[in-house]
């Protein structure tokens, strides 16, 4: 039921739970550039000081969930998906551009056929589809593209992130519970 009430919801499903900065120590593990090591909040992994009570994202207590060394790789995995999924939304409607820039060339095509053109316009139309293609590809992409993604991989983190969760919660309660 509450799966269907937020489809509805025509806002950016936000991941409050991944923070920006957890977003960028990703991307440079992911990258290579750094070690997946560090000193992560234990409940959303945003990287705290050691000082800390309290992480300055989640606003949990260090007592409650203790800090961790490393990212899980279930985490790291989760993030590497939100990439993928936007890379292949993006170029999916870049290439719906060109198709249509290919269409509007046949369209021209034809209707300078049933004119009986002169050879000019043809060149003409050819040099349309060239320019076109790329400019569509571009804006359909770049722009459609690029906001459908967020919406699309942001939705899918979200989905991903609770089932974490909630895994994670019933390995901690069997964990306080068992002797
Ligand atoms: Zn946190």
Not at 81 to 90: A, F, I, P, T
Request: hydrophobic share 45%; aromatic share 12%.
């Amino acid at each position: 039921m509450s799966r269907s009430s937020r489809k509805k919801d025509r806002t950016p499903p936000e991941v409050p739970i991944f923070s920006d900065r957890l977003m960028q120590v990703l991307e440079t593990m992911i990258k290579g550039e750094a070690p997946n090591a560090g000193h992560f909040c234990g409940y959303c992994y945003t990287p705290i000081d050691r000082a800390r009570m309290h992480c300055p994202h989640c606003v949990k207590a260090v007592a409650d969930y203790p800090p961790v060394v490393k990212v899980p790789s279930d985490v790291a995995e989760m993030f590497r998906k939100v990439r993928r999924r936007e890379s292949l939304v993006v170029n999916s409607f870049a290439q719906f551009g060109i198709m249509l820039g290919v269409m509007t060339f046949i369209v021209v095509f034809y209707f300078l056929f049933l004119n009986d053109a002169a050879i000019w316009w043809y060149v003409l139309d050819v040099v349309l589809l060239f320019v076109l293609s790329p400019v569509l590809a571009g804006l359909i992409g770049g722009y459609l593209g690029d906001e459908y993604a967020y919406r699309f991989a942001r939705r899918k983190l979200a989905d991903e992130w609770a089932a974490f969760d909630a895994e994670r919660e019933e390995q901690r309660m069997a964990k306080v519970t068992s002797p």
